[in-house]
């Protein structure tokens, strides 16, 4: 599978951005999804996760109650919500493809290129 991430830039403080990450291939629906982040110098992490038919999700501690991840397997794409965004959300995202439930980076076998989220004070 292919993905594409997609609706980042630059946003203040307080702010909100709708990240989406479309899929090619038919098979869509077989695979968990997963939104990580990676800020300049620290290590890949995990924002949220979402089961095969969105029954499930994850998220990270840090963004819990601020972002919301959702997918519509008839559009083959995955989304991440966030609000109230603060300059530590500063980071490049990407979406991520595992064929089963997982919340580490090792499981996830297909990645998009990522979109860069910049927040400012």
């Known amino acids: 599978v292919q993905l594409q991430a997609s609706g980042g830039g630059w946003v203040q403080a307080g702010g909100s951005l709708r990240l989406s990450c479309a899929a090619s291939?038919?098979?869509?629906?077989?695979?968990?999804m997963g939104w990580f982040r990676q800020a300049p110098g620290k290590e890949r992490e995990i924002v949220g996760a979402?089961?095969?038919?969105?029954?499930?999700?994850y998220y990270a501690d840090s963004v819990k109650g601020r972002v919301a991840i959702s997918r519509d397997n008839s559009k083959n794409t995955v989304y991440l919500q966030m609000n109230s965004l603060k300059p530590e959300d500063t980071a490049v995202y990407y979406c991520?493809?595992?064929?089963?439930?997982?919340?580490?980076?090792?499981?996830?076998?297909?990645w998009g290129q990522g979109t860069k989220v910049t927040v400012s004070s």
């Open positions: 991520a493809a595992a064929a089963r439930w997982a919340t580490q980076t090792e499981f996830y076998r297909y």
């Open positions: 979402i089961t095969w038919y969105g029954v499930t999700t």
């Open positions: 291939g038919r098979t869509f629906s077989s695979y968990a």
